[in-house]
């Protein structure tokens, strides 16, 4: 880690319709320069927002869920130089919006892009997919999980479902992660609250700070990301030092825009030391006390 003390963005994104390849361009230089401009050096973008690609292709093959992830695919060495490019011209480490990706044999995966100030890419791809990624979508899960190095840190990928299962979360951290990103589209109140509380407890459990990127407003034109649900914000342990309810910033309402926060991760990882409780270090005891089995007793 190069920095303890970092500031970070996350996206309250909006997916719109685009007039071109162009437009595309524009609005992603425009969003990078605003967060970069105000000192932002990590730059978390949501699950799903490189969707809005769609918006250019024929409305018959847009309106298809099967035909539009083969429509996306001429475009996607675009999208991901236009974020390389804005991550080396601002400084900054930039998680991309994420976007189907087909593979060589012939699968598609939701993968989220990572890029940092000096023009290095890699990838992180969803591990568990919704039941309409599966049965409806045809989106299938990656290879693995990952830990990045980064200028800003040790960065682990969480796509939204991904961060409802502690596990994934707790390999993340046993691989060196200093921090969770939790990039997320959710169409309903019920699935924004599922990812908000999961990435909420995974920083409880862990120790360990969660930024957490959703896409917001109507996309009606989209058969798959229609209506977008979510709040941006950056989550903590409910512990020393830090907010008491884990909350260190959120945005208030679905007005587009970034989020900024400013973190002290080694601030974080001493509460592994020094917090209130043990979580982080209590995860392998809640094991040893499974040892023996759940005794039923009878009381009636």
Known sequence: ????????????????????????????????????????????????????????????????????????????????????ELAITHGVTLLAPSLPWQREDGRFVNRAWLF??????????KQLMTRFETNEWGISPGDGLRVFDTPAGRLGVLICYDSEFPLLARALIEAGAELLLVPSCTDTQAGYQRVRLSAQARAIEQQVAVIHSPTVGEALWSPAVDINIGHAAVYTPC??????????????????????????????????????????????????????????????
């Not at 007039?19 to 799903?48: I, Q």
């Not at 093959?61 to 991901?80: N, S, T, V």
């Not at 020094?274 to 094991?287: F, I, K, M, S, T």
């Open 1 to 84: 880690m190069s920095n303890a003390i970092l500031s970070v963005a996350t996206a309250q994104y909006p997916i719109e319709a685009l007039e071109d390849m162009a437009a595309f361009r524009t609005k992603a230089a425009r969003w990078v320069h605003d967060a970069a401009s105000r000192g932002a050096e990590l730059l978390v973008f949501p699950e799903y927002g490189g969707m809005e690609l769609t918006s250019l292709l024929p409305e018959a093959e847009r309106d298809d869920l099967q035909a539009q992830l083969h429509g996306l695919q001429p475009w996607r060495e675009a999208f991901h130089d236009t974020w390389r």
């Open 116 to 125: 940092t100030p000096g023009g290095d890419a890699d990838f992180q791809d």
């Open 239 to 300: 512990d020393r030092g830090f907010p008491p309810d884990g909350i260190l910033v959120k945005s208030h309402d679905a007005t587009p825009g970034w989020q900024f926060a400013t973190l002290d991760l080694e601030a974080i990882a001493a509460l592994r030391e020094r917090g209130q409780v043990d979580n982080h270090a209590d995860w392998e005891r809640q094991l040893e006390r499974l040892g023996s089995g759940v005794e039923p007793r009878r009381l009636i």
